[in-house]
Structure formats: structure tokens, C-alpha cells
């Protein structure tokens, strides 16, 4: 019993410790998907579009970086083109990891607007609108609708890796969690506390995936509204 209790103990001190960067952790997913939202849009399009070189770029970009490990892509953005252009760690990892779940994010766009039947497309080209106007104002709000969901659990795994700035400096929940471990020896209580603060976040996040599943359906596109 009176192990227990210590244990609980050496866990709540550990969870205080933790607690005071989690915000951290959801600052840097949440700058990274905001650049991996801007990225996939305009790479998803761009996939789409009409003109052979702009596909060829968008086909490229989304290859080249689903092809690359994150990891390798951070110590690009911090220890490579960081030195070029004097990145701050903080700018760099979100780069990094923002720019990876980018090409990600463009094949969710790009599968969601090639959802949208072509039959609209052209019934709002007979009506004299443009290419550029049909997808502004018919398409890409039937589609956003669509990708809802899948774009929501990229975020998840965004929160899972952004774990991986820690090599390069950011103090973040794994990065506290590594100094913590190192300064008291406690390795298994740690990692431990570290593991369910991730997978309480990514619970929430789940749920909250559920959620918007419910309210974002489409009648004849995945989930119906029930």
C-alpha cells in the first residue's frame, strides 16, 4: 500500500512537471497543420488543374515528401536550410512538420474535389462560369465537407509526430519528458505519464473526429447523417 501511494505520488509530480509544456506540444500541431491545410489546398488544386507543368510540380512535391521521413526533414529545415537562412528551431520544426503533412493533406483535398461529380463542373460551365469560379463557389465547398474527417484525423497523427522536434531542441511534452527522465532517473514512471498525456489528447481528438463526422456528412459520399 504504501507503494502505491508513493508511486502515485512520484506520477503526480511527473504529471505537474509535464502539464506546464503540453501547450507547447498543441501550439506547434496546431501551426503545422495550419500550414499543412494552406499546402494540401493548393497542392490538392493544383494536382487537378489543367496545365501539365503545374500538375507535374504538384505530383512532385507531394512524391518527394510522402517519400522522406519527418526526421529527415527536420534536421533539412533546421540543421541544413536553417543555416542558410538562420531558422529559429521553433520555425523550422513547424516547417518541417507543417510542409510533410502538406502533401498529405493535398491527396485528402485532391480526392475530395474528384468526389464532387463532373456533371456540376459542367452544368456551371454551361451557366458561363469560370474553371476558377466553379471550384471557388460549387466545388470546394461540397468537397471541404467531404475531407472533413480525414483531414481531421491527419491532425491527430500531426499532434502524434510533432514529438519529434524534440531532436532538435523544442521543449515540447517529449522533449520535458526526456529532461525529467534524465535528471531523476525514472524512466518507466516518465515515459509512462508522458504515453497518457498523448493518448488523452488523442482520445479527445478522437471523439472530437466523431463529432464532426456526424455534423460534415455527405448523403452518398462515407458516413451518412444519422
Known amino acids: ?86 531558422l529559429d528551431r521553433l520555425v523550422a520544426g513547424v516547417l518541417a512538420v507543417g510542409v510533410c503533412y502538406g502533401a498529405y493533406m493535398a491527396e485528402i483535398f485532391r480526392s475530395g474535389i474528384e468526389a464532387i461529380d463532373y456533371g456540376q463542373h459542367e452544368a456551371a460551365m454551361s451557366l458561363g462560369m469560370t474553371r476558377w469560379q466553379t471550384l471557388r463557389h460549387i466545388i470546394l465547398p461540397q468537397s471541404f465537407r467531404i475531407v472533413v474527417p480525414p483531414a481531421a484525423n491527419e491532425f491527430i497523427a500531426c499532434l502524434k509526430d510533432s514529438s519529434l522536434v524534440s531532436i532538435i531542441g523544442l521543449r515540447e511534452l517529449t522533449r520535458a519528458g526526456r529532461e525529467y527522465a534524465n535528471q531523476y532517473f525514472l524512466d518507466f514512471q516518465t515515459w509512462l505519464m508522458v504515453g497518457l498525456i498523448y493518448l488523452i489528447l488523442t482520445l479527445s481528438l478522437t471523439r472530437l473526429v466523431k463529432v464532426l463526422e456526424k455534423k460534415f456528412a455527405v448523403h452518398g459520399y462515407g458516413v451518412e447523417k444519422k
Request: charge should be positive.
Open 1 to 86: 500500500m504504501n507503494w502505491l501511494v508513493e508511486q502515485l505520488g512520484i506520477l503526480s509530480k511527473i504529471f505537474y512537471f509535464l502539464i506546464q509544456v503540453v501547450h507547447w506540444t498543441i501550439i506547434i500541431s496546431v501551426l503545422a497543420y495550419l500550414i499543412a491545410l494552406i499546402c494540401g489546398l493548393f497542392f490538392g488544386v493544383a494536382r487537378i488543374t489543367s496545365n501539365r507543368f503545374i500538375r507535374w510540380l504538384a505530383g512532385a512535391y507531394i512524391n518527394v515528401l510522402r517519400g522522406v521521413p519527418l526526421l529527415v526533414l527536420i534536421f533539412f529545415f533546421y540543421f541544413g536550410l536553417g543555416k542558410i537562412i538562420n
